[in-house]
């Protein structure tokens, strides 16, 4: 029996779809939240035990692993010690860990938590085989919390503040890409059983061509004005010394100058894997902001 968690979240979906098209038929329990729309495992037609619990609650996950042999663990990292322990006390055989490329970070207040986590949670790995599977920013949807927002801003305003030259790379992967990943990453065990990969998109671009990207795909003529560095790193420091409730730091700042891209060679030759593009992945998070803004406008 495979168990999962955050099946009802970006990717977690992405994952249900791909299992109704391959026919799965092995059973599936998952951990999930009361308050949650869960009607679409209902009418799945997937042999689907729903758990409701809560990832913060060891007793509950210890209890609703018994007799699970797998494990998916989609929700975030910051429960994965939780899940790690529930599997070996269930004497789990596998455990497929979604994590993040934030551990690659050169700042410590940004990977120094994740790097704990999962060095904590490789330790056991004598127990049992634990497959780490690292996505990078995750789009592809209204459910995404970080391109939505670009989206939004672009689409609202002429003019776009970008800190620095625009060139540090990213490479953002779509929710659905990571779903399939799933999947195959279980189907293809013999090559993926304990191992790590990166999860990003079909090719790395620059911040500015990201943005131009995603002002193209609104139909919009954007003005991307670019504030120098030095200027950024100050305007931070006056904002924070007056507001202590700035949204953004000095720290933010330069992270946002850091290249986030990396190569899924390893994960293409073992499972497959093949991105899609960003220019074409934004388009259908692009189409539902454009139709859930027309709706807004209709219901004025």
């Not at 699970?68 to 599997?87: D, G």
Request: proline share 2%.
């Amino acid at each position: 029996m495979l168990y999962v968690t955050g099946i009802t979240g970006h990717s977690g979906r992405w994952f249900v779809k791909r299992l109704v098209s391959e026919g799965y038929k092995g059973k599936i329990r998952c951990l999930v939240l009361e308050e949650l729309d869960t009607g679409f495992l209902d009418n799945s037609g997937l042999d689907i035990e729903k758990v409701v619990g809560d990832l913060r609650d060891q007793e509950k996950l210890n209890t609703s692993m018994s007799g699970c042999t797998m494990v998916l663990h989609i929700a975030s990292i910051f429960y994965s010690q939780n899940v790690i322990k529930a599997a070996i006390r269930n004497n789990v055989e596998w455990a497929i860990m979604v994590h993040t490329t934030g551990r690659y970070s050169k700042y410590k207040s940004a990977s120094t938590e994740y790097i704990e986590i999962e060095e904590h949670v490789l330790k056991f790995r004598d127990r049992m085989g634990i497959t780490v599977l690292r996505p990078t920013m995750i789009y592809g949807s209204s459910r995404d919390q970080n391109m939505y927002k670009l989206i939004s801003f672009l689409h609202k305003m002429k003019f776009f503040p970008m800190f620095g030259e625009g060139e540090n790379l990213m490479q953002p992967v779509h929710a659905r890409d990571l779903g399939n990943a799933y999947y195959d990453v279980i189907v293809n065990r013999s090559t993926t059983f304990n191992k790590d990969y990166n999860l990003s998109g079909k090719q790395p671009l620059s911040y500015m061509e990201l943005v131009r990207t995603v002002s193209k795909s609104l139909g919009r003529k954007n003005i991307i004005v670019k504030i120098p560095l030095w200027a950024s790193i100050l305007a931070a420091r006056v904002y924070n010394a007056v507001d202590k409730k700035a949204i953004i730091s000095v720290e933010q700042v330069l992270r946002m100058q850091e290249d986030k891209a990396f190569s899924y060679e390893d994960a293409m030759r073992d499972f497959a894997y093949s991105p899609v593009s960003f220019e074409d992945g934004i388009v259908e998070e692009v189409n539902e902001y454009l139709a859930k803004n027309k709706s807004k406008a209709k219901m004025r």
